[in-house]
């Protein structure tokens, strides 16, 4: 047996969940009141426009969209004990954690996109303008934001035993960054200007290693891409490590290395 079956189940009742189904139908009504403000002061919305606007709703419930489908998809089975039963059958952990992922994913990629879709829908008509690669590759960006915190969700789910330590693991995670980083960040400036170092400011490494964190990344490329202007994070002579080509990359890390540590700690782990 391989991983399908498993995805299969994971996304039969993923969509079903009442918590999911919440958050989806939350994210909707955000989309479209967006989508129905931005023509009030100018009719000529583009969907370059939509993206940036969206961006603070968009950006707090896709992550949390993500950690509630991933925050319990191992360890609920784990702490019942039906995970021993489902490695009793032709599964393999890899297997487990790939139908898992891939299940729930599948209902991450259909909320985000009905979601973006239907703002989409009202900022085109009738008097603004779709531009399909745009949408797409804006599409493709929050759908990555929604991976990488599916991806923290499964991945602490995957290392710990207990749902209520899963469930402070994931939504603390969900907090710290989707909540509180931007404060911290503030905090952060506000301490070197009282202080003096650094003459003040924040230092273009320490400023690079403060915003890799996802949710700001993914503000930093929707502005980039899709904004008036170059990103203003580093000002107007940025260092090359600022640009948004290694933002991107950095965003794809986040996509990969918390599931590859997450499966590490699954296949050591006694069950």
Not at 86 to 105: E, I
Not at 150 to 164: D, K, Q, Y
Request: aromatic share 10%.
């Amino acid at each position: 047996m391989t991983w399908e079956p498993i995805a299969g189940k994971e996304f039969r009742e993923a969509k079903a969940t009442r918590s999911v189904r919440a958050v989806v139908g939350l994210l909707v009504l955000v989309c479209v009141a967006i989508a129905y403000v931005l023509p009030i002061d100018d009719w000529a919305v583009t969907t370059s426009d939509f993206a940036t606007a969206s961006t603070g709703g968009v950006g707090l419930l896709v992550p949390l969209l993500g950690i509630v489908l991933g925050y319990k998809a191992i360890v609920g089975e784990r702490e019942s004990g039906s995970l021993v039963l489902v490695l009793s059958l032709p599964h393999t952990r890899r297997d487990v954690m790939a139908g898992k992922v891939l299940g729930r994913g599948a209902v991450l990629v259909a909320g985000i996109a009905i979601a973006l879709a239907i703002g989409e829908a009202f900022v085109v008509y009738p008097y603004g303008s779709l531009a399909p690669l745009a949408f797409l590759s804006f599409l493709l960006l929050t759908v990555g934001l929604g991976t990488i915190f599916l991806g923290l969700g499964v991945a602490i789910s995957a290392a710990v035993r207990t749902e209520l330590t899963a469930t402070i693991g994931g939504f603390g995670v969900f907090a710290l960054f989707a909540v509180l980083w931007e404060g911290l960040q503030d905090g952060l400036e506000l301490l070197l200007e009282e202080t003096g170092l650094f003459g003040g400011t924040v230092p273009a490494p320490l400023l690079f290693l403060v915003g890799s964190e996802p949710v700001t990344l993914y503000t930093r490329l929707v502005t980039a891409f899709f904004g008036d202007g170059p990103d203003p994070t580093f000002g107007t002579n940025p260092p090359g490590y600022a640009s948004e080509w290694v933002a991107l990359v950095v965003f794809a890390l986040w996509l990969v290395v918390p599931l590859l540590v997450g499966y590490w700690r699954f296949e050591v782990s006694e069950l």
